[in-house]
């Protein structure tokens, strides 16, 4: 006896094309850099705002504080991560090539992560200057 493809179930149908057991990962990890960026982002913000018009003395000076560097850092490591997360979604969703979207795939690695090392070394710089 032959079935026809079309008088399938839907759950037959995608049998062994499932989940690849990521999305769950990578949607939480969405969300918890989201909501650490909301307070880190507000220090950031607000760092930036008290520091308008200072001069680079004052800000090395607030910089040699370990906790405010180490806010800092952290702000940008969760920036550029959800940064990350963000457009690898768009990348997978909107690039069909295979090697059109492993190429984006590794520049949008390559490129946070860059970001986030020239970033995080001048602040570290900063503090542990004399």
């Not at 960026?37 to 520091?51: E, S």
């Not at 001069?55 to 180490?70: D, G, K, Q």
């Not at 690695?109 to 503090?127: D, G, N, P, Q, R």
Request: proline letters at 4%; a positive charge.
């Amino acid at each position: 006896m032959i079935i026809d493809p079309g008088m399938k179930t839907p759950l037959k149908k995608v049998k062994g094309f499932g989940s690849a057991k990521s999305g769950t990962d990578h949607f939480w990890q969405q969300r918890a850099t989201a909501v650490a960026n909301l307070p880190l982002m507000a220090f950031m913000v607000g760092f930036v705002i008290w520091h308008l018009g200072a001069t680079r003395a004052e800000v090395i000076a607030s910089l040699h504080h370990p906790v405010v560097a180490l806010l800092l850092i952290m702000g940008l490591a969760s920036a550029f991560w959800h940064m990350r997360l963000g457009l690898q979604v768009v990348i997978e969703d909107y690039l069909h090539s295979h090697l059109t979207k492993f190429s984006a795939l590794a520049l949008n690695i390559a490129v946070a992560t860059s970001f986030f090392a020239v970033s995080a070394y001048s602040i570290l710089k900063m503090s542990f200057a004399p």
